[in-house]
């Protein structure tokens, strides 16, 4: 719903740091699980790169929010933010100020049930993608254009590495993806089609 989620924020970026981050629900937990030792990779080879991630996966002042997932990253190169509810959330995401977004999901058979939300997600709040290259995301995004798709950890780290190293790329693929999910999941364009099914059944 672009009335609900705007345009993407044009934020001056500050200092040379590059934010790779992630946001959902604890339901990703084992996705996390199986990102975190690449995401350990990329913020040691990459100095200047922090990571960000909202909602599950760590813990913020003391509280409990589970497992810290991503521990094994310095305090210094990361951030974790509690998630929001629902009416806020796209305030939320476009805060985190990201430069890069991931979505990776195991190719399992609850995963097989999720949409690409998050890709739209990210492509709303006008940044690039790396996602788990899966039925959820590979119907809807083409590889090197509004998304990278990846599957074994070494595509993700090289996947990152180039979108790390271009900002050119960086904002091809982002502008892509936001042409993308305004023409074809635009919720004013599509929602009449809802409507006709419900009256159908």
């Not at 430069?99 to 058979?109: R, Y």
């Not at 180039?162 to 904002?171: E, T, Y």
Request: proline share 4%.
């Amino acid at each position: 719903d672009f009335l609900w989620w705007g345009e993407p924020w044009q934020t001056k970026k500050y200092g040379e740091t590059l934010r790779i981050g992630w946001m959902g629900s604890y339901s990703h937990h084992e996705d996390l699980l199986w990102i975190s030792e690449v995401m350990e990779r990329v913020v040691r080879e990459f100095p200047f790169v922090k990571f960000i991630y909202c909602g599950h996966g760590g813990n913020v002042l003391g509280l409990n929010y589970g497992q810290d997932i991503f521990e094994k990253i310095p305090s210094n190169r990361r951030e974790f933010y509690p998630g929001v509810s629902v009416d806020y959330w796209p305030y939320k995401a476009k805060s985190l100020n990201l430069d890069i977004g991931i979505a990776p999901l195991l190719d399992d058979e609850f995963n097989a049930g999720k949409s690409p939300i998050k890709w739209m997600e990210y492509a709303a709040c006008g940044v690039p993608s790396v996602l788990s290259d899966t039925i959820v995301y590979n119907k809807v995004v083409t590889h090197g254009v509004n998304g990278l798709l990846a599957k074994s950890k070494d595509e993700w780290y090289h996947a990152l590495e180039n979108l790390i190293l271009s900002d050119d790329l960086r904002r091809m693929i982002a502008k892509e993806a936001m042409k993308e999910v305004f023409t074809k999941w635009n919720l004013d364009d599509h929602y009449q089609e809802w409507i006709d099914v419900f009256n159908k059944i």
